[in-house]
T-cell receptor, first 114, second 117 residues
């Protein structure tokens, strides 16, 4: 069982819908990340939260809105998405302030925008 | 800026063959870490190995081995006697410390390995 859990695993939504992706980690980490994985592209870092504070926003469109209520939970709120936003969204966590350690990933949420 | 290049998009081998996955990186930092991750069909990326920039010693773990060469900025991954369970997408990654205290990881585009029985 992975220490990082993502729900839902699959999501289909229309361009006018509002939905949210949820990530929960049980590893005691304080840094959490959202990555976007599209076909034939490198994983794209979207957001980073360190101790519940957003420390990076990689020029992500405002139709993606992250929320980190505590160090164990991370959300990605979605609204007015475009078909090109269809991708696998991966959540990850790591020990804070340590860049030598590995990232721990969830299994991802496969998003399809119609 | 960091960059990781995995030139091999897809590789197919027959079971029991050896296969090497290439990774070339670019960074201006003198201190950095390199990683390999495996992504099986289930989706989650699984950590395989970490190497720091000061340790060029090659490593072997069972059927897996890694060859780190700073002179060519390469960190190649070899699977010996491949098995069907090795079929997955493999990502090479480069990590550096970011000002905010977290780690900034740059991934390659991945190499999809198919091992044919």
């Amino acid at each position: 069982e992975t220490g990082v859990t993502q729900t839902p695993r699959h999501l289909v939504m229309g361009m006018t819908n509002k939905k949210s992706l949820k990530c929960e980690q049980h590893l005691g980490h304080n840094a959490m990340y959202w990555y976007k994985q599209s076909a034939k592209k490198p994983l794209e870092l979207m957001f980073v939260y360190n101790f519940k504070e957003q420390t990076e926003n990689n020029s992500v469109p405002s139709r993606f809105s992250p929320e980190c209520p505590n160090s164990s939970h991370l959300f990605l709120h979605l609204h007015t998405l475009q078909p090109e936003d269809s991708a696998l969204y991966l959540c990850a966590s790591s020990q804070e302030r340590i860049y030598t350690g590995e990232l721990f990933f969830g299994e991802g949420s496969r998003l399809t925008v119609l | 800026a960091q960059k990781v290049t995995q030139a091999q998009t897809e590789i197919s081998v027959v079971e029991k063959e050896d296969v090497t996955l290439d990774c070339v990186y670019e960074t201006r930092d003198t201190t950095y870490y390199l990683f390999w991750y495996k992504q099986p069909p289930s989706g989650e990326l699984v950590f395989l190995i970490r190497r720091n920039s000061f340790d060029e010693q090659n490593e072997i773990s069972g059927r897996y081995s890694w060859n780190f060469q700073k002179s060519t900025s390469s960190f190649n991954f070899t699977i010996t006697a491949s098995q069907v369970v090795d079929s997955a997408v493999y990502f090479c990654a480069l990590s550096e410390a970011a000002p905010g205290g977290y780690q900034k990881v740059t991934f390659g585009t991945g190499t999809k390995l198919q091992v044919i029985p």
